[in-house]
């Protein structure tokens, strides 16, 4: 595994470990993953308690995911809560600035090593699922994003309206989210955007979705893991953070776009199909927009 300013979390180092885990210790990961990052607050007596397991095997567990010791595995894992809500004001006082290249040229460098993390730790086989599940033309697909990252699912869903029917952009405002979850049937798919500084109105949308609805919740979050995580069927964490002030949207970008591409090519034949009749409806109106200026123009 590549190494990039990405990585490091503990629920990553869990899951990088859990094959080499014992049985003992795969309990203490999964209660711990189940209810992440909270699972790990408690103390070590009623983690054992609860996950059956002797304190000394939850010391062991602690020491395979790189901890110093119970204590330093909870103080890593405030640590993780507080960022994230970390504001603009807050990672500017922790920033990198550019080691001798202008911004430009460094801040190019760094969202370049974050999309190579990126790529080289997707789970290729859930990214082909996921685009397998949104081609489906059986299938509804709505989607939604948070405050920032609404523009990129709504390009998603441009892109994806061109190439098959039944794709819902949901709006920002909770008032209007009854009209599309009424809509949901079990064999949909809810894809939601939220990265760090999560909205809980988000969560609130998911629990609901899949304890109502049971539609297939797909989170594309960070490494903080959004609170939709816990009721996502398929979570992709993406890199956002590039020692600046600013978190970068490029991943989530790229990742989006790659879903486009994959699911346009997995039946081309229906996807040019499906652009060629919206761009002989596109057109033609363009046309009649045309003739109707040329029109008014004549009559004054």
Not at 139 to 163: P, W
Not at 183 to 208: G, H
Not at 256 to 280: C, G, L, Q, Y
Request: proline share 4%; aromatic share 8%.
């Amino acid at each position: 595994m590549s190494e990039g300013t990405g990585s490091g979390s503990l629920k990553d180092r869990i899951n990088a470990e859990m094959e080499q885990l014992t049985a003992s210790e795969r309990k203490i990961a999964n209660v711990v993953l189940a209810d992440y990052p909270y699972g790990g607050l408690e103390t070590i007596q009623e983690l054992a308690r609860r996950t059956r397991v002797s304190a000394p095997s939850i010391t062991r567990f602690i020491a395979k995911i790189g901890c110093a010791g119970y204590q330093d595995f909870q103080r890593q894992l405030i640590s993780e809560l507080k960022q994230r809500e970390l504001s603009p004001i807050e990672l500017k006082i922790t920033e990198a600035p550019p080691k001798g290249a202008h911004l430009l040229t460094d801040y190019t460098r760094r969202l370049i090593r974050q999309m190579t993390y990126m790529a080289e730790n997707m789970p290729e086989r859930q990214f082909d699922e996921i685009c397998e599940l949104i081609a489906d033309p059986s299938r509804n697909i709505f989607i939604i994003g948070g405050r920032v990252t609404d523009s990129i699912a709504q390009l998603l869903s441009i892109h994806l309206r061109q190439m098959r029917s039944r794709i819902y952009h949901m709006p920002g405002n909770p008032e209007l989210w009854p009209e599309y979850v009424l809509r949901m049937r079990k064999q949909d798919i809810v894809i939601i955007f939220d990265v760090r500084r999560y909205q809980p109105q988000l969560a609130q949308l998911a629990e609901l979705i899949s304890e109502q609805r049971q539609s297939t919740v797909v989170a594309i979050t960070d490494k903080w893991m959004s609170p939709v995580a816990s009721y996502a069927r398929h979570v992709f964490a993406v890199p956002i953070e590039l020692e600046t002030a600013w978190d970068t949207q490029v991943c989530l970008l790229t990742l989006v776009e790659a879903i486009i591409v994959r699911v346009s090519e997995m039946d081309w034949t229906a996807t040019r199909k499906r652009i060629e009749s919206w761009d002989r409806i596109r057109f033609s109106l363009q046309d009649a927009m045309k003739e109707d200026r040329r029109t008014d123009s004549d009559a004054e």
